[in-house]
């Protein structure tokens, strides 16, 4: 047998039964895992320890990933070198300027016959150069913009493979914990997991400590899940640690993983995974010939049940286990992500290219012809000679062919097909199909087969209780049971009213025979209308139960398949409320009540008797079966059916909770068949189309509906299905789907019951895949949950359900672009009352919405779509940031989120300077298209007038030249008036600026925050490691009644004491925190670890004891119970066994805590002693506050002891092993043992950094979790707040009696009065955080709104970092969850780097207003130019050409030189802008209209009287074929120059008169200034035709040079104009951002998710995507980006690696990618995963 470093290379345990595995959910989890013999049988099977983990070697780790994959999810490849080209090509007025120089370069050789042959040579033979010069200036752009890109991202890519290999997890290998970059994790590794990790892996537990997860992002549900061996043991990846910690084994990786396998479903891996197939079979034939005379080198035995992951999502078809061939086609993998065009499109497609071909080759025949007709009848015929002239007449011929060529082809054929369908969609609009892709209507035209959910859509959904049965009583006419005793009704009644959405509701109808209105989950609904025929009141019910009485809610999931409420009972108690599908309740029913209301035992054999006499009738009548059942837990005497408890149960342990229960009634609800579906089924099928009905639902009740529906008939030779009698069909024996044993079942199968997502998406595939028929069926598909999304996606029609999961709309709106598919929504009327609804990220993986409309009120439930499931109707609702409500308290549930919050979100306001950059651009874009428009029409008028009126000439087709030539003019002069500059600037600057953070320990997660951070007014800042150093020591400590002061070591103290404070410390941390000495003398230890941890090591290590040794005698698998740190306990404990018998539990945590919890203490002498609450007082007043007013955290240490036989006082006797999940009675007693006090320095950086902060307007506010003392302290030492400074300090407690009305609601009004004055807050939980950043931004007391700046590093910190306008994630001590809400991440911890960012932001403000300073007097003086050039001499000074020279190059160069200033100390001497503060200021504008005024009085003297000044000839009136003129090219280059020489004044905009200063500080500028000067000698000198200049003498270069250095002078002079007597209108972007809105409106040329009837026109379109002119200026952009992105990213792999590679992974992780100008030319997409409305860097 071959062998792995002396292991068998073939693993106990295949592939396939991992993959099976990881499928299984909850106890069908366990139970599968059991079959392998459990966790630790399991890694036996895998060959690895769960203690000691895999050895570690290369050659294991290299079979382990041959065999089980690589744990990389590889991307999708990037875009070609020619796509980047063609992208580059499409903007419009690039094309517009295309078209008219090939215009012009055509009309250049066309000559009238009639023109002299000698006036043609003269005026003709340089016509060609000007559109020959734009036409190369436009394609140089292009390939040199797409180059740029296509390098960047090739760059990226490389640093994205280092970065990712630099990603560490913690894992054991060969006895030791160690730190492997997240790619070498392999099956069989085991895995410590903590919280505030995200999985990067799928796995098993094998070790949990109080561990509990985060799965929202994949189910959707909120609640954390708890894990542990009995509970629930898959690990997942992409899921968040939330609590605790623990040890897993791994059992998938890669794209087997979870989130592997979404993203292979979606298509995120297609291409890559073709390649690795065509690679893999090459290989595969290479080996087998080598293999023909050897066996395999080193004796490896590839796993045989390795499946092929392929494109879709399945496992390779043709993959068998017994040789590993891959039988599927190559051509179908080829093709596999390409999905096929419509049947019209692929069509008129083939059509297209053949009466091109035809239309091509007739019009190159009458061109053959004409000029072989013409040759014969010239040249031989009448014999002359070849003459120039004669050139006219083949462009003549050339001109008729392409005429033919255009008449041929049928241009209007795309018009007439986009008119059809846009006509089609808009009708179908009033037969409720909302179409988001014009093709999707016609394809759906060609529809073969319909694949149809049945609730909803088929159904009504409008659910009635028709049957019941109750207390063995079979009601089937009336549901009513007339003849229960009423007691029985009375807990039927409860038990709906209470264990329902408290929003789901039932109205009576004002209107007489009019149905009740349902409002809310239908199942539900059905219900509460069951609960008023029994002529009782729900809502009476419900007012004597309200939701905040809860005690304890089981929420519904995929899992349990019920819900389950918990309520107080009256006489005392708890009662147990569960309903959910019928079979599922059943199982856990031990009661029910018989005849008369007698309670009876309810064995299997009488619940088997109850499925096959009522639940199956009930079923075959097309009825969902609901069961109710009740618990009841009792103090004193306990009936049968009741529990007795003499302590509150561990409501965690649900198993318990929900079981053994009493069987109250089954009802069976129907759900009616739409009345017009049987007819449109009808059609259908005589439409040739087959229906198909996939349903969650049983088979009887799927069955007893497809009869009824028509999907089949009675003796109808068709096939009905569960979900695993299908797989069994369609899969092989190693569970593979194969498409042959498909192409058997799915002509005939007509409805899928019992059926997954996983089994849609693979009938879907198999039918668009099969070949049986000639022609491919067309698939739709309908889908309304979250894993519905790969059927949708794959399917050629998919139709999302109104009450739609967001995920699925993320989906199309993603993914199906790329491949040309878009679904269609099917709604009905009362969607139209939907506010704007852009769904958003927060919602985008957590649940599937149903709007319930109350009146003027709407709220947000979850929708069931399985059977026999009712939603979970307690949780709050989602908010758009993917966290529940703040507002939503456990003590009332109430929602204090008010409505306009909820409809105004996923729409955050622009930054500062994003909002006045795009008004600005608008209304400049408006403008400058105006002149250019009139500028237009003036040349055209003039020309007319002159030419035709005047001197009276004919119409010829030459002038047609002068008419092309009026066009480049006009588009000329908007080039030039659009500041299209400005976007690359602002990024240019941004960028720039993220770089040089890096250095300043700045990782900028998302551009605009740079900025944003520069108008930040208030920053709300942790303590720990942030204003200190985060290195903790213990320095004082109170022992046995004495107080160490100068030293902590308790030297007085007994022996005993501080054996048990040494293992109480060692123990009851983190193994994984260490402290290890320096090998370097005088070197303090270096910390591992969380830090307060880290101190109390280093206490016992100051105590001469070592800690490793007692961890060497209780390793972490030996504890017995672990309660982790949370927020809430505030403090962790840790159980462990007595080598007497007996349990000890250590406790540590804040002193007031625990100190609430112990009972005994050791006095002096280390005598046991009670410890009062008196004597806890006096601790507190003479030990903890003193320590506290020093800046000291206090910890306390305290332990409790369970023994068997006889017990001391402070021990507790027990003969059965405790209730450990009753946390309160565990950790409450016990003794105390010390309490220490940790010192974290504060930074000595930080005071200082903080009166900068002061300086420059910002306020600093503490938040901590700290007493009030110490933070009081703390906050003294950094200079937060003075000794006598009138401002508050607030605990979090009186916070929030402080901002909370007696309904314990959050009220602004409240929180107004609160935080101008409030600079700490202590002791304060996470909600009090986001309470408060929340008000500080909602808060209008100011006229600026707020700019809020937070920093947190724990994962509950994620709301408040997403709400603030900038959040700062540590680098060091934050969680993944924590950075992954940030924006910026803080590499070093440290609150001088915040102000670093502060000052980076405001210098990228000022770069932004230095370049808009010197861009707009570009702008002001070339548009005034232009258009006197225009109106006076029929021409532009400057031409075409010379204007692309101006704009593309020196613009881009300069944004470059001015956006790269260094930020000075200056900045923070200054008060925020603001939002209201106008983007020029008065003196900006000054200095704009005063440069332009000096630029044009010199201009228009050189244009009038130029040739007299300078003795040469005048260039005005010049035809249109003269050679360029002396007088034109002064004109040109005086205005380069002028432009250029204020460039350096452009660098001061606040008045400064040196404007030298630092110049040469930033050689970027003074380089840029230079080659920029350099470049116009070599137009000017050399550039002739193509630039239409002419050289220049020296003289002529001295005059040049002297009116630009003039600009300079003339500078000072308008510097000394005082800019206050200068008028405030003359300040341009005044008024509050939110006037941008409007604009925008026009530019966001997107769908409108709220049916809006608003529609731009084409002009409105076209005029506002004018406004950025070049969108290769874009295109730059993105690629500078990627560049700086990838040079900062360098940087932050070498400073921190796992701060660089969780920036990364997170980036890489956004699924669309978006452009960087959300300014000027955004159609923001909604984005996935948490994230914010700020523009993500394209990584």
């Not at 320096?1078 to 270096?1086: A, I, M, T």
């Not at 930020?1463 to 923070?1468: E, G, K, N, V």
Request: aromatic share 8%; hydrophobic share 40%; with cysteine.
């Amino acid at each position: 047998m071959a062998t792995i470093d002396g292991r068998p290379a073939l693993y106990g345990i295949s592939l396939k039964q991992l993959e099976d595995l990881n499928a299984a959910r909850g106890r069908d989890a366990i139970s599968k895992l059991e079959e392998y013999g459990g966790v630790t049988e399991l890694c036996r099977k895998l060959y690895t320890s769960p203690t000691e983990g895999l050895p570690g070697t290369e050659k294991d780790i290299a079979h382990r990933r041959d065999t089980f994959g690589s744990n990389h999810i590889p991307p999708k490849p990037p875009k070609t070198f020619l796509s980047l080209v063609w992208e580059a090509l499409q903007d419009m007025t690039l094309i517009i300027l295309q078209i008219a120089a090939l215009i012009s370069l055509v009309l250049s050789f066309y000559k009238p016959p009639k023109t002299e042959v000698g006036n043609i040579d003269e005026e003709g033979d340089h016509g060609w150069i000007e559109g020959v010069a734009i036409l190369v200036s436009v394609i140089v752009v292009v390939i040199v913009t797409a180059f740029n890109d296509y390098t960047k991202e090739r760059q990226f890519r490389g640093l994205q493979s280092r970065i990712e290999g630099e990603q560490k997890f913690t894992v054991i290998r060969g006895g030791e914990s160690t730190q492997i970059p997240v790619r070498e994790i392999v099956v069989g590794d085991i895995c410590q997991v903590k919280y505030g990790d995200l999985l990067q892996a799928d796995g098993i537990i094998i070790q949990s400590n109080d561990l509990k997860v985060d799965e929202s992002s994949l189910t959707g549900e909120s609640d954390h899940v708890k894990k542990g061996e009995g509970s629930d043991v898959l690990m997942l990846s992409g899921t968040h640690v939330m609590e605790g910690s623990g040890r897993m084994v791994v059992t998938a990786v890669g794209i087997l993983s979870q989130a592997g396998i979404i993203f292979r479903l979606l298509g995120a891996t297609v291409d890559q995974h073709e390649e690795e197939a065509k690679k893999r079979k090459k290989e595969a034939k290479k080996q087998a010939k080598k293999r023909k005379d050897k066996d395999v080198e080193e004796g490896i035995v590839a796993n045989s049940h390795t499946p092929l992951p392929t494109t879709d999502g399945m496992n390779n078809v043709g993959h068998e286990a017994n040789g590993g061939k891959d039988t599927t086609k190559e051509e179908e993998r080829v093709s596999h992500g390409n999905k096929e065009k419509s049947v019209l499109q692929a069509k008129l497609t083939k059509l297209a290219i053949q009466i091109g071909y035809a239309g091509s080759a007739i019009a190159l025949l009458t061109v053959i012809i004409l000029i072989v007709r013409f040759c014969i009848q010239t040249f031989l015929i009448e014999g002359k000679p070849w003459d120039p002239y004669y050139s006219n007449h083949f462009v003549k011929f050339l001109i008729i062919g392409v005429t033919v060529l255009v008449v041929a082809v049928p241009e209007g054929l795309p018009l007439a097909v986009t008119l059809s369908l846009a006509y089609s969609v808009k009708k179908m609009m009033k037969d409720n199909n909302l179409v988001r892709h014009l093709d999707a209507c016609e394809t759906m035209g060609n529809a073969t087969a319909i694949c149809s959910d049945k609730t909803g859509t088929l159904t009504t959904n409008r659910m009635t209780v028709v049957q019941s049965y109750v207390c063995g009583d079979y009601y089937k006419t009336s549901p009513v049971p007339h003849s229960a005793p009423a007691q029985i009704v009375d807990l039927i009644v409860d038990g709906i009213s209470i264990n329902s959405a408290y929003t789901t509701l039932v109205m009576l109808s004002d209107k007489p025979g009019e149905l009740p209105k349902q409002i809310g989950n239908k199942t539900e609904c059905s219900l509460l209308g069951f609960v008023l025929e029994m002529k009782r009141s729900y809502q009476e019910v419900r007012d004597k139960h309200p939701e905040e009485t809860f005690h304890k809610v089981y929420t519904f999931n995929s899992t349990r398949k019920s819900m389950s409420t918990v309520i107080r009972l009256e006489s005392g108690g708890y009662r147990v409320y569960t309903k959910g599908a019928s079979e599922m309740v059943m199982k856990r029913c031990s009661f029910t009540y018989g005849q008369g209301g007698k309670l009876e035992p309810f064995p299997i054999a009488m619940q088997d008797r109850l499925v096959k006499n009522i639940i199956e009738p009930m079923a075959s009548e097309g009825l969902r079966t609901i069961c109710l059942a009740y618990r009841d837990f009792v103090p004193g005497k306990a009936e049968i059916n009741q529990v007795r408890i003499d302590s509150e149960p561990n409501w965690d342990d649900e198993n318990f909770i929900v079981d053994n229960m009493t069987c109250l009634c089954i009802v069976g609800i129907e759900d009616p068949v739409r009345p017009e579906v049987p007819e449109a089924i009808r059609m259908c099928q005589r439409a040739g189309i087959t229906v198909r009905m996939v349903t969650g639902d049983n088979i009887n009740t799927a069955r007893s509906i497809a009869m009824k529906c028509g999907i089949v008939t009675k003796d109808q030779d068709c096939l009905i299905l569960e979900g695993k009698d299908f797989n069994k069909a369609v899969r092989d024996q190693n569970g593979e789907v194969q498409q042959d044993l498909l192409d058997k079942v799915w002509p005939r199968l007509k409805v899928l019951a019992r059926s997954s997502p996983t089994d849609k998406y693979t009938l879907v595939k198999g039918i668009i895949d099969s070949k049986l028929t000639d022609n491919r069926e067309v698939v739709a598909v309908t889908g309304d949950g979250t894993n519905d999304g790969p059927a949708l996606k794959k399917a050629d029609v998919g139709f999302a359900m109104v009450s739609f999961n967001v995920f699925c709309l993320l989906i199309v709106r993603t993914y199906l672009p790329e491949s040309g598919r878009w679904p269609i929504i099917s709604f009905s009327e009362n969607i139209l009352r939907f506010p704007k609804c852009h769904l958003s990220n927060g919602l985008a993986f957590n649940s599937t919405l149903t709007v319930i409309f109350i009146g003027s009120q709407f709220y947000f439930s979850d929708k069931d779509v399985e059977e026999g499931i009712v939603a979970n109707s307690h949780t709050p609702l989602p908010t758009t940031d993917g966290m529940n409500n703040v507002g939503h308290e456990a003590n009332g549930g109430k929602d204090t989120t008010k409505e306009e919050e909820r409809v105004s979100h996923g729409n955050k306001e622009k930054s500062v300077l994003q909002a006045k950059l795009t008004k600005l651009a608008i209304q400049i874009g408006y403008a400058g298209s105006a002149i250019a428009l009139l500028t237009v029409i003036i040349l055209i008028v003039r020309f007319c007038i002159q030419t035709f009126l005047i001197e009276g000439k004919p119409w010829d087709p030459y002038y047609s030249n002068h008419f092309v030539k009026f066009l480049i003019i006009g588009v000329t002069v908007l080039v030039v008036a659009v500041p299209e500059g400005l976007p690359l600037a602002v990024t240019l600057s941004l960028a720039y600026s993220v770089k040089k953070m890096m250095k300043d320990n700045n990782l900028v997660r998302h551009l605009d925050a740079c900025e944003t951070m520069g108008n930040a007014t208030a920053i709300c800042s942790d303590k720990t490691g942030t204003l200190t150093t985060n290195r903790m020591t213990v320095v004082q400590s109170y022992v046995c009644g004495d107080y160490y002061k100068t030293s902590p070591v308790p030297h007085s103290a007994p022996a005993q004491i501080v054996d048990l404070i040494v293992d109480g410390i060692s123990i009851n941390s983190a193994y994984t925190t260490l402290v290890m000495l320096s090998d370097k003398p005088g070197e303090l230890p270096k910390q591992i670890g969380n830090k307060t941890e880290c101190s109390l090591l280093g206490f016992v290590l100051e105590m001469k004891r070592s800690y490793q040794e007692v961890r060497d005698k209780h390793p972490e698998e030996t504890f017995h119970k672990v309660y982790t740190f949370n927020s809430t306990r505030k403090s962790m404990s840790t159980v462990i066994r007595l080598e007497s018998g007996g349990y000890r539990v250590y406790t540590k945590g804040a002193s007031e805590m625990v100190m609430k919890r112990c009972s005994f203490t050791y006095g002096q002498g280390g005598k046991l002693e009670p410890f009062p609450i008196a004597m806890q007082d006096r601790l507190v007043k003479n030990i903890i506050e003193p320590m506290a007013s020093e800046g000291l955290r206090t910890i306390c240490l305290a332990y409790r002891d369970f023994v068997p036989g006889k017990a001391e006082i402070n021990q507790v006797r027990i003969d059965s092993e405790p209730n450990w999940d009753d946390e309160n009675f565990i950790v409450d007693n016990m003794t105390c043992l010390c309490i220490v006090g940790i010192e974290d320095p504060v930074r000595p950086e930080v005071p200082e950094a903080i009166r900068m902060c002061q300086r420059a307007g910002i306020t600093v506010r503490m938040v901590t979790g700290d007493n009030i003392n110490t933070a009081r302290s703390i906050a003294m030492k950094c200079g937060i707040v003075t000794k006598d400074q009138d401002c508050l300090i607030l605990e979090g407690k009186d916070f929030n009696k402080a901002v909370r009305d007696q309904n314990g609601e959050v009220q602004q009004d409240l929180l107004d009065k609160v935080w101008p004055r409030l600079k700490v807050l202590a002791r304060s939980s996470p909600t009090d955080k986001y309470t408060l950043v929340k008000g500080i931004i909602d808060s209008k007391l100011t006229d600026n709104r707020e700019v809020v700046a937070v920093t947190g590093d724990g994962t509950n910190d994620g709301p408040a970092l997403k709400k603030a306008d900038v959040g700062f994630a540590m680098g060091i001590a934050g969680t993944d969850v924590a950075k992954e809400a940030s924006d910026i991440i803080l590499t070093d911890d440290n609150f001088t780097s915040i102000v670093k960012a502060v000052m980076w932001g405001r210098n990228v403000y000022d770069s932004i207003a230095k370049f808009l300073q010197f861009q707009l007097t570009v702008n002001v003086v070339a548009v005034v130019v232009a258009f006197v050039g225009a109106c006076f001499i029929q021409d532009s000074p400057l031409k075409a050409v010379q204007m692309l020279w101006v704009n593309l190059i020196m613009d881009t160069l300069a944004s470059l030189a001015l956006s790269t200033e260094m930020p000075t100390a200056d900045l923070l001497t200054r008060k925020p802008y603001g939002r209201t503060k106008p983007l020029i200021s008065r003196t900006m504008m000054k200095n704009i209209l005063g440069q332009a005024v000096y630029q044009m009085t010199i201009i228009f003297c050189l244009l009038f009287l130029g040739e007299h000044l300078l003795r040469i000839d005048s260039g005005r009136g010049a035809d249109i074929h003269d050679p360029p003129s002396q007088h034109f090219t002064v004109i040109f280059n005086t205005f380069v120059m002028m432009t250029l020489f204020n460039e350096i004044n452009a660098r001061k905009i606040h008045g400064q008169r040196n404007v030298f200063e630092g110049i040469f500080s930033n050689m970027i500028f003074y380089g840029i200034w230079i080659i920029t000067f350099v470049s116009q000698i070599l137009i000017i000198q050399y550039g002739g035709l193509a630039f239409a200049t002419t050289p220049l003498t020296l003289e002529q270069w001295g005059w040049c040079v002297f009116f630009g250095f003039g600009t300079l002078v003339w500078g000072q002079l308008v510097t000394t104009i005082p800019t206050k007597k200068l008028p405030k209108v003359l300040s341009y972007g005044r008024g509050h951002p939110t006037d941008v809105v409007a604009l925008q409106n026009l530019v966001e040329d997107k769908f409108d998710g709220d049916g809006s009837d608003k529609k731009r026109t084409a002009g409105q379109i076209l005029w506002i995507r004018g406004l950025t002119r070049l969108q290769t200026q874009i295109r730059v952009v993105n690629a500078f980006r990627s560049g700086g992105d990838s040079a900062y990213l360098e940087l932050a792999a070498q400073k921190n690696p796992a701060v660089a590679a969780h920036f990364l992974r997170q980036a890489s992780k956004r699924l669309p990618s978006q452009s960087s100008i959300e300014y000027a030319d955004a159609d923001p997409l909604p984005e996935i995963l948490p994230s914010r409305s700020h523009t993500e860097t394209a990584v």
